[in-house]
């Protein structure tokens, strides 16, 4: 609770009229962008300034003030920045919004206080975020727009925070003022590290106690399907507070990694019973791997995690403190980290070398190793070693197969610790077989083109995690919703029924998905023909790719396989009508696509079968360079599986 003597002192600050900045003559008389020729809108500049404050004993507040001046350019800009969205997160409060519209002769027009409203913004597998929501008046092309507003963030300082230089506009001026914490028992100072820029030294601003940088003429960041995590791409600047020290990589994750041993060892020694547990699991098991297999779905399946959304409050509210692995199996519960000492511990018991490791997260920016922050390294595996190489294992995360690690982790230099000093191993990578989705359709085509029959998804792997993960918060009612929503989206006339799934809350099962289907005009009467795409589950599919020209590099989650079979039984009094075969392709060994059609001895029914991979030994990024070839191949594919076969009534004329 923040104390009442800092209430007080809150209560007693006077509130502060807006202050706007003059504007210049020429700004109001631009008429072409200055930054990108194209550009619908730019802003003038981007103003943020940041203090951290004590407010009185041992709390602590940021506030960010922003301010922003848009030039409107055309009537695309207008639509897009006229009205302003700005999100609140939990323990933020938005304060103090003003904003006003000037015409290019100099009237203003005020946004009026009443035209500021709080709304729901976006909802997200059930979470809401509000937020501050309001539009610009009278805004016209050759206007320019401003608003300002402050966020404060309770209990919270400039710990690690991320200051962006470019936005989804052109920016004339990026500047940010920072106000550190200064105080005498502190012993550190605030220290900044830029990536994809190089901005100028932040310059001290008089007595003010801030520091200000800026950049100028940021071009727009805008994103691409398919493409790289944005922080790996756009210029940002990660502002925290550390000693004043120079630091050598290599020597800091040596040291690092030491001091993770020595804290993380205590924490995995196995007690009597964790030994006991440990050698009945394993008992009669004689592979390495299915010995740790074994290990990791026990501690999967039998101990309750209470970090998964899965746990109940009251569950959570039960649960004692883990102060040992040994606490944590007598409890058959504990959080995350509990799980992952635990299964550590159990590894050790059974003869392996198990370590706690510091991994990455690719899906953020791409970590290295020339870095030496912990910021990027803040998640924990648990590394072990099987033979001569470290195998690394996540027990306490959700809807993972053994061996699997999530897929932002794969791939990717993780810190092993080491009583003598840290070192890197890569983390494994799960080939695309292990991560399918697998499809069956047994359907019937009658003379009018419509078809019906059954339908089975089943999922493994990667693909297998991110089906459960949409799904797991659901109703059965959503679910089913959902499904049918996908499938009309493709095929409009589609009718579901009978529609189950399962093993959404298993961990090592495949997702299962079942349902029946009708879809009337699937194929094409044309007079004594029918026109039939077989690829049911690729039928209106667009295309991967759209645009001629590219950016930014190519990236993928992860491998994946797609392995199809689809049986139609043809109608009564209807046959092939000399079909040609589709075309196969190695797709220069990042994958392979294969195809092929046949027809039942009694030509009454035609097997489909379709694989297609992609991503193997970790091609998962490809340069802008090679995108023309990326978007042939993916074409190529598209094409493929729009092949059609033709069909005519048994007896006619070939």
């Known amino acids: 609770m923040r104390p009442l003597s800092a209430l007080l002192l809150l209560s007693c600050l006077p509130i502060a009229a807006t202050e706007w900045r003059p504007v210049d003559p020429a700004e109001l008389a631009a008429k072409t962008p200055r930054v990108d020729p194209a550009a619908e809108a730019e802003a003038i500049f981007w103003d ?41 997160y939990s ?29 729901e913004l976006v909802k997200i597998k059930g979470a809401k975020l509000h937020g501050k929501t309001f539009t610009l008046p009278n805004v016209e092309v050759g206007d320019i727009i401003e608003y300002q507003y402050k966020e404060v963030r309770d209990n919270e300082i400039v710990s690690y925070m991320r200051l962006y230089f470019q936005r ?37 601003e008089g007595s003010t106690g801030f520091f200000s940088t800026t950049m100028t003429n940021m071009p727009a960041f805008h994103e691409e399907p398919y493409m790289p995590p944005e922080d790996q791409l756009r210029a940002w600047v990660l502002i925290y507070y550390e000693e004043d020290k120079k630091l050598d990589a290599e020597k800091y994750w040596k040291d690092v990694g030491k001091h993770d041993y020595a804290t993380m060892k205590p924490l995995t020694s196995a007690d009597g019973l964790v030994k006991r547990t440990a050698a009945e699991l394993v008992s009669g098991i004689d592979k390495p791997e299915d010995k740790l297999a074994a290990l990791d779905s026990f501690c999967r399946n039998k101990i309750k995690n209470l970090s998964s959304s ?15 692995p040994g606490d ?55 590394a072990v070693k099987v033979g001569d190489q470290w195998m690394f294992f996540d027990p ?85 919703e959902d499904w049918k929503k996908s499938l009309q989206g493709r095929l409009s006339t589609a009718e579901m029924s009978d529609f189950e799934i399962a093993n959404v809350d298993d961990h090592e099962k495949p997702m299962v998905v079942k349902y029946k289907v009708a879809v009337s005009g699937y194929a094409t009467r044309t007079g004594k023909r029918i026109l039939l795409q077989p690829a049911f589950f690729q039928h209106n599919v667009g295309p991967r790719f759209t645009a001629t020209d590219r950016k930014w590099p190519v990236y993928f989650d992860y491998g994946w396989a797609e ?92």
């Open 396 to 480: 306490s995360t959700s809807y993972l197969e053994h061996g699997m690690i999530r897929w932002q982790e794969e791939g990717q230099p993780a810190l092993i610790s080491d009583p003598k000093e840290g070192f890197f191993a890569k983390t494994q990578f799960l080939e695309p077989e292990r991560s399918v989705r697998k499809r069956r359709a047994n359907l019937k085509l009658k003379d009018d083109g419509s078809i019906e029959g059954s339908v089975e998804y089943s999922y493994t792997g990667h693909v297998s995690r991110s089906e459960k993960l949409d799904v797991e918060d659901q109703t059965a009612a959503q679910r089913e």
């Open 91 to 119: 323990r933020q409060t938005i304060q103090d919004v003003a904003g006003r519209t000037i015409k290019p002769d100099g009237t203003i027009i005020p946004l009026k206080k009443d035209a500021i409203f709080d709304r």
């Open 48 to 88: 943020i300034r940041i203090e951290d404050r004590v407010l009185g004993g041992q709390d602590v507040s940021l506030a960010l003030n922003h301010y922003i001046r848009i030039k409107i350019f055309k009537e695309l800009g207008k639509e897009k920045y006229a009205t302003v969205e700005i999100p609140q």
């Open 563 to 654: 392995d199809d079979e689809v049986t139609i039984e043809l109608p009564a009094g209807w046959e092939l009508d000399l079909p040609t075969a589709p075309q196969s392709s190695t797709l220069g060994g990042v994958g392979a696509y294969s195809v092929n059609v046949r027809k039942t001895l009694d030509g009454k029914t035609v097997i489909y079968k379709r694989n297609f991979d992609w991503g193997r030994h970790m091609n998962i990024l490809i340069p802008a360079s090679e995108y023309s070839h990326i978007n042939q191949v993916f074409d190529f594919v598209q094409e493929q599986d729009g092949y059609t076969i033709a069909l005519r009534a048994a007896g006619d004329a070939k």
């Open 328 to 382: 944590t199996l007598k409890q058959k519960a504990g959080w995350g980290n509990d799980i992952d000492l635990l299964f550590t511990a159990m590894a050790n018991a059974a003869g392996f070398e198990a370590r706690m490791a510091r991994v990455p997260n690719r899906g953020d920016t791409f970590f290295s190793p020339k870095t030496p922050t912990t910021y990027f390294l803040s998640a924990f595996s648990v």
């Open 310 to 324: 899965r746990a109940t409050a009251a569950e959570r509210k039960a649960a004692k403190e883990n102060h040992s």
């Open 168 to 204: 989804d506009l052109p920016i004339w001026n990026v500047t940010y003022h920072l106000k550190p914490l200064n105080l005498p028992y502190l012993p550190f100072a605030m220290r900044s590290m830029a990536f994809q820029c190089q901005h100028p030294p932040f310059q001290k």
